[in-house]
């Protein structure tokens, strides 16, 4: 069981999510701590990029209720909502015919920022995420998929966000991408300390860009714990992971922290 936390940012309240005869998810109770990494962990089907979905209400709960910020979210506009949501995934979802610096302007654009403040954030960003200036004029087509995860994340940050959602984002990506990624949204997350949840399959990145870790399953949620109490857990399901990714596990902690 979750220890209550004072004000969270995110908190679901005995949700449940059912498609037709199907229970998707049961009883998920979790908080979401101010800046930190709460990692979504779990096999697929677990349900948790469900569970991701229902903070920006791309999905809505059957029952119970999801809070963000001290608030419903069912009882606000759901268009700002997703507004003031950052939100990564896997497939990154460029629009093709826009250059990388319409692609990261979006939704500046869209709550009507002006001009010079759209091209100087664009400009902060592109450095931010380690891609080069001259990028702003090219097309996610003339990327590497690398490039094309970090143009991702630009525009997720754009507006300046306190919440940012990751639907497995680095799960496309070749072994040695991937790690470069993680260990740059480590640095980041370290200057920025966003409210991230993340979703993954991977123990070894959750392990690696976790505060807290909780592990999924059939729908529900089975622990909430750091990333050493979760090697160090005694419940089945958690063991039953980390046997299944063997040795070398310590060390991603260690390089998550250090």
Not at 22 to 42: F, I, P, R
Not at 117 to 131: C, D, K
Not at 239 to 254: K, T
Request: no cysteine; net charge positive.
């Amino acid at each position: 069981m979750q220890p209550p936390v004072a004000n969270p940012v995110v908190e679901f309240r005995n949700v449940a999510y059912r498609v037709g005869d199907t229970q998707v998810l049961s009883g998920v109770d979790l908080q979401v701590q101010l800046g930190e990494t709460l990692v979504l962990l779990g096999r697929s089907g677990s349900g948790k990029t469900t569970t991701l979905k229902l903070v920006n209400r791309l999905l809505s709960p059957t029952a119970g209720e999801v809070r963000v910020r001290g608030v419903p979210n069912a009882s606000g506009d759901v268009i700002r909502l997703r507004r003031s949501i950052g939100y990564v995934i896997q497939d990154v979802g460029l629009f093709p015919h826009f250059t990388v610096e319409r692609n990261i302007s979006l939704v500046p654009r869209i709550v009507g920022w002006p001009e010079e403040r759209i091209r100087a954030r664009v400009r902060e960003l592109l450095q931010l995420t380690g891609l080069a200036p001259d990028m702003a004029s090219r097309y996610p087509h003339q990327l590497s998929g690398g490039q094309q995860q970090r143009v991702g994340v630009a525009r997720a940050l754009a507006a300046d966000p306190e919440i940012l959602l990751m639907d497995e984002p680095f799960g496309a990506l070749d072994p040695l991408t991937r790690d470069d990624l993680q260990r740059e949204f480590l640095s980041l997350q370290q200057r920025l300390r966003k409210t991230v949840v993340f979703v993954t399959h991977d123990l070894r990145e959750a392990l690696r860009l976790g505060s807290r870790i909780a592990l999924m399953e059939a729908g529900r949620l089975v622990t909430v714990v750091t990333p050493r109490e979760f090697l160090r857990s005694t419940d089945p399901w958690a063991s039953a992971y980390v046997r299944a990714f063997g040795d070398g596990l310590e060390s991603a902690v260690n390089r998550g922290t250090s």
